[in-house]
């Protein structure tokens, strides 16, 4: 027997849009399409009062009363507030029944924004001066901008060049503008130029790896992303190998901060060739990194990290200039950071709050970022909580030998068969090469269910697949289980986990359990009451949510509470970029959210010791995990039921 | 009979302060002292109530009643607000009666500010951080220096040391401000040294001179003093050649920049040796000059002042590090320029109207700023209007062949006896050289009483000094008057002034006249309306106001009513350094001042042509002048009476 699998959610598809939804229990159309951020109208609020969510449907479902009695249902459209599906519909939003907000489409979740970038291109057309108005030159345009007098601030060689400039275009100029810096500042004056652009980076720096995109300032649209690994990874896999690294010597920083500028410039001039533009258009940068990796991209000493109190140098980071910082974009651009809460809640966590949204809800929510460093935020509109472990770089590739990054030839999915046999798909579909994240939560899940391990790791079952490699050949300790043999492999040598390297992902996996158990004790809550778990990552996209309940990674809480995000950081760096909203909430999630500091909790440690079996050692917390246990066949059970 | 000149004023001498005022007309010694910036305590306002006003006075006086119960006479000391100085009068001041205000001496006009500089260096006890309250180290101090949350800007170099500074000096720092910045900008933090200074700079920037001066930004005391020739002059004596010089050819701008900053250079060199002080703790500079002069100073092209509508390129100049100015100070110091009213209004006379107070007094006052371009303020608390004129560089020792400036050798007094004879009075009781400003007002004010010349400016007594010089020999037009023969000179040529210098500076007293009559006509004022006439200027400093009246230089009003500042604008400059009123005064200056273009002035055109004769077409306008040459002897009656 395959490893059972809750029924499968219906599906909601909407129409141009292409976006497709899970469905949740008792939610009308209207209330998905908020979700998927859709545009569908609704002044009233989804009262079924105004009848201008109509839309096409098409699929089994219920029509809720009341409408209002200018709708006709004869014209083959219903109101999306009073359709609630019961099967997979689809749905199509007639052009007449959106609200007319800016819509923007990203690989990640996507979420809706107005666009208020941190940077805007203003056409100004600028009264001519006289003898009654003869303000001078930089207040003419400060008041052409909207901004009273004194209240801008420029480079200065742009005030050498400015009445030049302003008289060569006869006072028709091209202003680009950071319109939320305080004061605001000028960094470009010039011709009217059509065909010109202004261009914005977002940028996660993650420890493992950064990803940026360009973006298109005026549409919003991406223009080109691109990803590198970390170059920083050769002076240490974790944050905590970088900042011992920085502290080590007197080049240390400077080596590290050298070596994510290069892994930066590689990806800004893959990201310009792609998006055939030039580094000068690039007048905006929003970047999101944990609280290290924005230290060292500053080239400040994270030192202060690592002791107790664990205090960074800084959480929110002044307003600051491409040149300044060495981003090679136009010297004069701003570059914002995603304010960390503290040394091991940073920028990316804050960028995934905004991300999820789950700081705007009613409702309680939890939004876990699994990477090599694990966070968990817990909370709503109201109130929020960060919490942070030391995940290890188990799920990235790290820590263990065969483990790799999600690219090609990684498995990322295992599946065994009742009769033992193991089953699995890589990524570009050759000879696998490795493992990667969601391929060892697959395995180990397989392995649990099949008893070839119990509930501490232990690999006990005897089988063909498990054997003691000689540790001079293979370099592995203990008892092995082998993924794909020599003959398979796209190495010429055998893929297999240690049982070592089985007990390391246990481990990580209860760290970031107990943190997330620790966060709802300290708001007195169980995980019954979340609304919602938001994953982000980019392990977390490619996760099983089953297999991941199973191992007891996450909580066992029905599945349409999960909410996969896919790189969460990038999306609140790509939000901050392009709304001056995201970036006041940014702002107000920094203020907001308390700081649970786990290494002195004793809370955690209780947590952390119960959550190293499988699922866990109370398995009261895991009804849905012990009943699909309990339905194996009695030769499966294992040392599950150990 | 030598030249007449009203009854002297009484002088009232202050002590210890060793401050010497002329006595006004009804005033009390409180009053004086008021005026004198002289600290004397009175919480009463000046109403004999509280007795706390206790002065010894030596001299002749009236006591005017009513006097506390509880002060008593027999020891000696009367109450400031009830004694009316009837003659010299000296008053000793006794600790007791002082209010505590912060003194300052400076060689200008005293002007007694609170002590809120541009910077400011605060010694911060900061709490160390634990794991309840760990916000980052910036924060910290931020919170340490009473500012909130992200509400401080830093170099990024400080803040990648920030971390370390702490720790190292065990969170005990004394950190180096710029408070008044938006937002408040960090400039310095280092461990705490008590023989550290934090030192300023204010500068005038004159067309002509560059007076720079080094300040204790922690007591406001002077440390030195230094002033050079602008070393702009060979591009152009008046700020239109200057104008002229930047506009001509792509390299006039970088060599006016770079002329007036190898003046600042010596002058800083000067002032640093003097001051013993190293360039870098000096992290504040506050700089006045007129609207040309700051252009230049900042790089900007100065073309659009002198082209109607004549609009400068800044008149504000937002926040700017001395790295960015080029200033050879602390890079990350501030530099505040005072904001200019308009294209020939600059920050000089805003820092003019500081240092005088007229925009504080309820009573209306005059402004007037003699220099190479002449500037005048009318107005009071409520209300101020502004006006240039281009005296052009008389004054100042141009367009005069043997006129120099206020150095040895400088004829500065003249005088002529009833025998004709002259004598005169150099600076550094030399061999004269050359005539300065003053000694030319002196020199054609005897001319016009002893009727060497006409109400035009005409020689016309036939005298031996009045002679027609070979033009080819002496390269003078036209007649000549001669101060000093080649005998008596220094240079062992004659030194004389013709007829076309003397109409020259005819013109320029005409000018500046007439724009103080537009003002006043603007505003439906005559000269009797003004309280006060505050002359500024490096020249206004040795005018002679008895002879200025009888040129028609300044209006025939009482003598009691001129008040000579000295140089207001090193002054004001000053005063903004020290003082964060100060410089929101000089803001709300900038904002409140209307200005009068008089170049497409029909009225100004009008009263220029009438201000052309000697003291002035309406002899009406200038009664004790009227009455002084009335009371000539018949012979002497030349020209005058013409």
Request: hydrophobic content about 40%; proline content about 6%; some cysteine.
């Amino acid at each position: 027997m395959p490893l059972p699998t809750p029924p499968r959610n219906l599906k909601v598809t909407f129409e141009p849009d292409g976006v497709t939804m899970q469905l949740h229990e008792g939610e009308t159309l209207l209330e998905i399409a908020r979700r998927a951020n859709v545009d569908i109208s609704s002044p009233c609020g989804g009262e079924g009062l105004c009848g201008r969510c109509a839309v096409q449907v098409k699929g089994e479902h219920d029509v809720l009363g009341p409408t209002p009695p200018h709708h006709d249902p004869s014209k083959g459209l219903s109101l999306a507030c009073r359709v609630r599906p019961k099967g997979d519909v689809t749905v199509t939003v007639p052009p007449g029944s959106r609200s007319g907000a800016v819509r923007i489409l990203t690989e990640s979740r996507e979420v809706m924004v107005e666009l208020s970038p941190l940077v805007r291109r203003v056409v100004l057309e600028l009264p001519r001066p006289t003898i009654s108005d003869n303000v001078c030159d930089l207040m003419r345009v400060s008041r052409g901008l909207g901004f009273g007098l004194h209240e801008i601030t420029l480079p200065l060689p742009l005030l050498q060049r400015l009445g030049e400039t302003v008289r060569a275009s006869d006072w028709r100029v091209a202003a680009t503008v950071a319109t939320d810096s305080r004061p605001p500042r000028l960094i470009g004056l010039g011709p009217v130029d059509p065909s010109g652009r202004t261009l914005g980076l977002a940028m996660d720096i993650g420890t493992t790896t950064v990803v940026g995109r360009l973006i298109d300032l005026e549409s919003g649209l991406v223009l080109s992303t691109a990803a590198r690994e970390n170059g920083q990874i050769p002076f240490g896999e974790d944050v905590i190998a970088r900042i011992q690294h920085a502290n080590e010597s007197e080049t240390g920083l400077r080596e590290l901060r050298g070596a994510v500028f290069g892994t930066i410039k590689e990806i800004v001039l893959e990201l310009l060739e792609e998006g055939h533009a030039s580094a000068d258009e690039v007048v905006a940068s929003s970047i999101a990194g944990n609280t290290v990796m924005e230290h060292l991209f500053m080239g400040v000493q994270p030192r202060s990290i690592r002791l107790e109190p664990y205090v960074p140098t800084f959480c929110q980071m002044p307003d600051i200039t491409a040149g300044e910082a060495g981003l090679p974009v136009n010297p004069d651009g701003i570059v914002y950071l995603l304010p960390s809460r503290a040394g091991f809640v940073g920028g990316d966590v804050t960028a995934d709050v905004l991300a999820c949204g789950m700081h705007k809800r009613d409702e309680v929510a939890m939004m876990i970022d699994v990477g090599t460093n694990g966070e968990v935020v817990l909370g709503n509109r109201e109130w929020l909580m960060a919490c942070s472990c030391s995940a290890g770089p188990a799920f990235e590739g790290g820590e263990v030998k065969h483990g790799m990054r999600a690219a090609k030839g990684a498995i990322e999915h295992v599946e065994i068969d009742d009769d033992l046999s193991v089953s699995y798909q890589t990524i570009g579909e050759t000879a696998p090469r490795g493992i990667c994240g969601s391929g060892l939560i697959d395995l180990i899940a397989e392995l649990f269910y099949h008893g070839f391990i119990d509930r501490a790791g232990t690999l006990v079952k005897e089988h063909g697949r498990v054997v003691q490699l000689d540790p001079l050949t293979f370099d592995a300790f203990g008892r092995c289980f082998i993924i794909a043999d020599a003959g398979q492999s796209g190495t010429g040598a055998p893929i297999y986990i240690s049982e070592g390297e089985i007990k390391n992902v246990i481990r990580t996996k209860a760290a970031m359990y107990a943190a997330c158990s620790v966060l709802l004790k300290e708001a007195n809550l169980t995980f019954d009451d979340l609304d919602r778990v938001y994953i982000s990552g980019g392990f977390g996209r490619y996760l099983d949510s089953w297999k991941s309940r199973l191992l007891g990674l996450l909580p066992d809480i029905e599945e349409w509470r999960f909410e996969f995000m896919g790189n969460g950081s990038l999306e609140g760096a790509r939000m901050a970029l392009l709304s001056s909203t995201a970036r006041k909430e940014a702002r107000s999630v920094f203020s907001n959210m308390t700081y649970v500091e786990l290494s002195v909790s004793a809370r955690f440690m209780d947590e952390f010791t119960s959550a190293m079996f499988l699922p866990h050692t109370d398995l009261d917390r895991f009804p849905q995990v012990r009943k699909a246990l309990d339905g194996r066949k009695t030769e499966d059970r294992g040392g599950a039921g150990a």
